[in-house]
């Protein structure tokens, strides 16, 4: 049966041992409809979210069949085409008026193999400029790594702790800045960063990251809220479980963005953030010792 399947996976996965207990009584007697994929979707993750509020714990269907999970090779050509039809996580570079630099990040940051040289060339496209703009209003995910990856252009040349993913065993994995990355931002041109309510996920903490390093401003509207990592299991040809398997610890904060989202430093609408942040004084500059 589909939501004892479900409940299982929750009971055996879910980051938070005491929640998934909630959660999955939270699904005893659960109606689903009959034979239609995408309102089943929305029944189960509305009852998989109703405890915590958890955006990444959800069922996804896909109509055109889930995306793979087991074989590496089939899931970096899955990669692949991803890259092929949304774009390397970068999707423009501008130089605007007074020298300002322009990147548009999104709308999934992908695997590092990818997002890396996209990332150099639009940094080294914009050697020189005085000010630099991250857009990430259409950012909703994203690797950590590559997330990493990109926090290292605007950063110096020690490494930086970002982050640690902490799963429900306790054991760690650590998220640091790679200074070998080139180009990388001179620390003193100051960084500002668009956000809109559907920045999320891996969007979000790069956003995260960058406000906790006092690297970048904040400009827009405040995030998702969706700082947990997840796992994907399949539930049939198109409909797939994301179950969240750890947690965000930011090295500077102690704490994430999980169901409050990234605050903005400069709160207006999303539409309107780079008209805001540039008729306002230059984001914060880089003045850290490890920026420099």
């Given at each position: 049966m589909l939501v004892t399947r479900i409940q299982d996976l929750v009971r055996d996965?879910?980051?938070?041992?005491?929640?998934?207990?909630?959660?999955c009584a939270a699904l005893d007697g659960v109606r689903?409809?009959?034979?239609?994929?995408?309102?089943?979707?929305?029944?189960?993750t509305t009852a998989l979210q109703s405890i915590n509020g958890d955006r990444h714990l959800r069922v996804r269907h896909y109509p055109d069949g889930?995306?793979?999970?087991?074989?590496?090779?089939?899931?970096?050509?899955?990669?692949d085409e991803l890259v092929r039809t949304q774009g390397p996580g970068i999707t423009e570079v501008r130089r605007l008026d007074g020298n300002v630099g322009l990147i548009g990040v999104g709308p999934v940051v992908p695997l590092p193999e990818?997002?890396?040289?996209?990332?150099?060339?639009a940094f080294g496209l914009l050697c020189g400029?005085?000010?630099?703009?991250?857009?990430?209003?259409?950012?909703?995910?994203?690797?950590?790594e590559s997330v990493a990856l990109i926090v290292s252009?605007?950063?110096?040349?020690?490494?930086?702790?970002?982050?640690?993913?902490?799963?429900?065993?306790g054991t760690t994995t650590a998220a640091w800045t790679t200074p070998s990355v080139a180009p990388r931002l001179p620390a003193g041109v100051p960084v500002d960063v668009l956000t809109s309510?559907?920045?999320?996920?891996?969007?979000?903490?790069?956003?995260?990251?960058?406000?906790?390093?006092?690297?970048?401003?904040?400009?827009?509207?405040?995030?998702?809220?969706?700082?947990?990592?997840?796992?994907?299991?399949?539930?049939?040809?198109?409909?797939?479980?994301?179950?969240?398997?750890?947690?965000?610890v930011n090295a500077v904060t102690g704490t994430n963005w999980e169901g409050i989202g990234v605050v903005p430093d400069l709160p207006c609408r999303a539409e309107?953030?780079?008209?805001?942040?540039?008729?306002?004084?230059?984001?914060?500059?880089?003045?850290?010792?490890?920026?420099?």
């Open positions: 996965h879910y980051v938070f041992p005491d929640v998934a207990a909630q959660i689903l409809p009959g034979d239609d994929d995408a309102v089943t979707a929305d029944v189960l889930v995306p793979p999970t087991d074989d590496d090779a089939t899931v970096d050509a899955w990669f990818h997002v890396g040289p996209a990332a150099a060339a400029v005085t000010r630099m703009v991250l857009d990430l209003r259409a950012c909703v995910g994203g690797v950590p252009h605007l950063t110096g040349d020690e490494p930086v702790h970002l982050q640690d993913l902490v799963n429900r065993d309510a559907r920045t999320f996920s891996g969007g979000e903490e790069l956003a995260y990251d960058l406000q906790a390093l006092g690297r970048a401003r904040i400009v827009g509207e405040t995030t998702g809220g969706g700082a947990h990592p997840r796992d994907a299991f399949d539930l049939g040809p198109h409909l797939q479980l994301h179950v969240p398997i750890a947690r965000s309107d953030a780079l008209e805001a942040a540039l008729s306002t004084p230059a984001g914060v500059p880089g003045v850290d010792a490890r920026f420099s």
